[in-house]
């Protein structure tokens, strides 16, 4: 999809965001748009990053960060996704920040989604592949679990072969369900009770709304009402 779309959407964001708010700075190209009208607008904001690449980009911008046991509650945050459906459930995790996500997600009133308008799908998991975070010392048993249960399975790796390292310094399990998931709450809480772990890429319950850009640079907004 299009730069436009994404960076309609990451401006969208950015007008919910008001001087004096506590935020959550996602991760990823379409936050970076977010991050940019944030900074253009000088406002007077504060915000928890959730990667050391947001983090790093929050610098150079000259937007202030906080550190998660800083804050209480966030007013709002805003973060990308790598597919949603139409009752907001989103897969995250393809820039391999989904535990940091998750965190700084549930530490807020308010968690909006944006991406662009062809992430949004029926069923979630059949094309993009679900992050699964795992400690290293788990990563063999984690995967033939996921196995036994029927997901295909790879471990993420970076561009050279080697196996990717988190932020958390964990590693990532890419998991796909042929034809996609029926019940993305209950994988949610099966794939996040196996021992070893960390984060499941699927954020159910969290997002109040989307606001999905289009390549003519429009915004659809999904949401309870629509
Ligand atoms: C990173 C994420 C991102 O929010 C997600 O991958 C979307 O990224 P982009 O806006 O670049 O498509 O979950 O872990």
Same mark, same amino acid.
């Given at each position: 999809m299009s730069d436009a779309a994404k960076r309609a959407a990451g401006r969208a964001g950015a007008e919910l965001v008001d001087s004096g708010m506590r935020l959550g700075l996602g991760s990823g190209s379409t #936050? @970076?748009? %977010? =991050? =940019? &009208?944030?900074? @253009? $607008?000088? %406002?007077? #904001? &504060?915000? #928890?990053? +959730?990667? +050391?690449? +947001?983090? &790093? $980009?929050? $610098? @150079?911008l000259g937007i202030e960060l906080l550190e998660p046991d800083e804050v209480d509650r966030l007013d709002l945050a805003i973060d990308g996704a790598d597919e949603l459906d139409r009752q907001l459930t989103a897969t995250k995790g393809g820039g391999a920040a989904l535990l940091r996500e998750k965190v700084v997600a549930n530490m807020a009133d308010r968690f909006v989604l944006i991406a662009t308008e062809d992430k949004l799908v029926d069923r979630l998991a059949d094309t993009f592949p679900l992050p699964v975070e795992v400690v290293p010392f788990a990563v063999g048993p984690v995967g033939r679990e996921l196995t036994a249960r029927g997901f295909e399975v790879s471990r993420r790796r970076v561009a050279g072969g080697e196996p990717l390292v988190t932020d958390n310094h964990n590693a990532i399990l890419d998991v796909r369900w042929p034809g996609g998931l029926d019940d993305p709450a209950v994988t949610d809480v099966a794939i996040s009770l196996i021992p070893g772990v960390m984060c499941c890429g699927l954020f159910v319950g969290f997002a109040e709304q989307a606001l999905l850009g289009r390549a003519v640079g429009e915004v659809t907004r999904v949401g309870p009402s629509t």
């Open positions: #936050v @970076e748009h %977010l =991050l =940019l &009208a944030i900074a @253009e $607008r000088k %406002l007077d #904001v &504060a915000g #928890v990053p +959730t990667s +050391t690449a +947001t983090a &790093a $980009r929050c $610098r @150079e």
